[in-house]
């Protein structure tokens, strides 16, 4: 009988055993699988963070550039009205009319100015194409090659996007 109770005891122990690493590789398994729920809501807590701050940042892009496209197609209208008024002026300087147009050419600047609409300033710069848009070389003397000789049509920025570029010629250097 003592060899059955130590047979008994040997197989007690070895369940006991048995059974406490089998609750110390499930806690070891649960202590893993924590980790790696952690792991994974601190990452999506990340992603929606940054997709939070991404369309935040996507939609104050679509308010300030909203009227991007109205005020394009207000720009040739503008320019036509400069050249109007540049032929008003060498026919008539002291006309009413003159001075009406002149009034209107200010009030649509003015506007473009609200809207935050600037124009490139390009004559005397140098070239630079995120800006500008050659359309011919010269050769000048006074002005160094690679710099605007003359601005033909103005460009235009929409605060930091460029709405237009200007058309502009381009000196080419001393004449050889």
Excluded: C, W, Y
């Excluded at 003015?110 to 124009?119: R, W």
């Amino acid at each position: 009988m003592s060899n059955d109770t130590t047979d008994a005891s040997a197989a007690e122990a070895a369940e006991a055993k048995a059974s406490e690493q089998s609750e110390e590789s499930l806690l070891a398994q649960l202590q893993g699988d924590i980790e790696r729920f952690r792991d994974h809501a601190l990452r999506t807590q990340a992603d929606f963070d940054n997709f939070r701050k991404r369309a935040a940042r996507e939609k104050e892009d679509a308010i300030k550039f909203a009227n991007a496209s109205f005020l394009e197609r207000l720009i040739p209208i503008l320019d036509n009205f400069e050249l109007g008024l540049n032929a008003a002026r060498g026919s008539a300087a002291d006309s009413p009319i003159l001075a009406g147009m002149d009034m209107v050419a200010k009030q649509l600047t003015d506007f473009l100015a609200s809207s935050g609409v600037e124009p490139v300033n390009a004559e005397g710069q140098p070239f630079d194409p995120n800006l500008h848009e050659a359309v011919a070389q010269e050769a000048s003397d006074t002005v160094p090659e690679g710099v605007v000789i003359r601005q033909l049509r103005k460009g235009f920025k929409l605060r930091d996007r460029l709405l237009r570029p200007a058309t502009v010629m381009v000196s080419k250097g001393a004449a050889k």
